[in-house]
């Protein structure tokens, strides 16, 4: 009966925990994403150079709503 005890104590798999376990990370990397894409002067991204919102920082923004 352990594997049922750790079922219930530990993360609840059927409510896609697998995405829950990868979304901190995709926000960790989005975030870090978000500061480095931002818009410089010109109205540019200044580490990607492509006009703002660029794609990266689309990107990023998208996953921060999740
Ligand atoms: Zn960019």
Known sequence: ?????ERKSGQDTSR???WDAVLPGYRMSAA???LEHRSCE?????????PMPCPPACNAELILEL
């Open 42 to 50: 010109d109205g540019r991204c200044a580490a990607c150079g492509q």
């Open 16 to 18: 896609g925990s697998s």
């Open 1 to 5: 009966m352990t594997k049922l005890q």
């Open 32 to 34: 870090a994403a978000l």
